[in-house]
C-alpha cells in the first residue's frame, strides 16, 4: 500500500471548516483513499473515502486532485466534538490490511 | 447504526495467562480482523479471517495468538501466554467484502493489561 504524508497537528476554529491535506505521491490506480478519525483511544472511525471522485456524506467530504498524488478531507463546520486524531490511509488489499501512519492531530478550539 | 461490539472494556491479567478477547462483528459482515495499538503508537494489523481460516496475518502475530469464530456471531482473539508487551488496546473490526473499496467498521476496543 502506497505511503501518506501528513502533518502532526492542525488546529481549527469552531464552527470553521477543517481542511486536513493528505499526500499520497505514490499511490496506484486501484488505490483508494480513506480517512478514519480516533477519538482519544477509542476505535477508529470511519468517516469516508474514495477513488478519483470527490465524496461527500453526512460527515465530511473528500476532494481527491485530478493526478490523485493528494487529498483534502474537509469537516464543513468543525465542532469540539471533531478534535481527535485523522487517518488518511490508502488501500488496495484483498483482506483489509490498514496501514495507520501518525495521523494529523486537529484540535478544534472555541 | 450497526455496529461492532467488543466485551470485556478491559482486562487486567497476570504474565503468563491466557486471554480470550470477543467481538460480534456486525451481522452480515464476512470479512473479520484484529488490531492493536500499543499506547502512544499507531494502530497495527495483527490478523484478518474470512471463511473460518486467516487470510493473512502481520509479523506480530505469532504462535501465542489465535483467532477462532466458535459460532456465527462471535469472533475471539485469544493470547495463550501473555507477556507485558501485549499490554495494548485491542480492535475488533469487520467488513461485508475483502476488496478494497468495502469499508471496514471498528469496535470501541478491548483494553489489556498484563502485569
Known amino acids: 500500500d502506497a505511503k501518506t504524508t501528513q502533518p502532526p497537528s492542525m488546529d481549527c476554529a469552531e464552527g470553521r471548516a477543517a481542511n486536513l491535506p493528505c499526500n499520497h505521491s505514490t499511490i496506484s490506480g486501484n488505490e483508494y483513499v480513506y480517512w478514519y478519525r480516533q477519538i482519544h483511544s477509542q476505535g477508529p472511525q470511519y468517516i469516508i473515502h474514495?477513488?478519483?471522485n470527490n465524496e461527500t456524506n453526512e460527515m465530511a467530504s473528500l476532494i481527491i486532485t485530478e493526478d490523485r498524488k493528494s487529498s483534502t478531507l474537509i469537516l464543513p463546520h468543525a465542532t469540539l466534538r471533531d478534535t481527535a486524531v485523522y487517518y488518511c490511509i490508502v488501500h488496495y488489499n484483498q483482506g483489509g490490511k490498514l496501514i495507520f501512519g501518525q495521523g494529523t492531530e486537529l484540535s478544534v478550539k472555541p | 447504526e450497526p455496529e461492532v461490539t467488543q466485551t470485556p472494556s478491559h482486562q487486567v491479567t497476570q504474565m503468563g495467562q491466557e486471554v480470550i478477547l470477543r467481538c460480534v462483528p456486525i451481522s452480515n459482515h464476512l470479512y473479520f480482523y484484529w488490531y492493536r495499538q500499543i499506547l502512544g503508537q499507531k494502530v497495527e494489523f495483527l490478523v484478518s479471517?474470512?471463511?473460518?481460516?486467516?487470510?493473512?496475518k502481520s509479523e506480530i502475530f505469532d504462535d501465542q495468538f489465535s483467532v477462532e469464530r466458535p459460532d456465527g456471531s462471535n469472533f475471539t482473539l485469544k493470547i495463550r501466554s501473555t507477556k507485558l508487551e501485549d499490554s495494548a488496546m485491542y480492535f475488533c473490526a469487520s467488513s461485508r467484502r475483502g476488496q478494497a473499496g468495502n469499508t471496514i467498521y471498528f469496535g470501541e476496543g478491548s483494553w489489556l493489561t498484563v502485569v
Open positions: 479471517f474470512y471463511n473460518n481460516e486467516i487470510s493473512e
Open positions: 474514495g477513488l478519483k
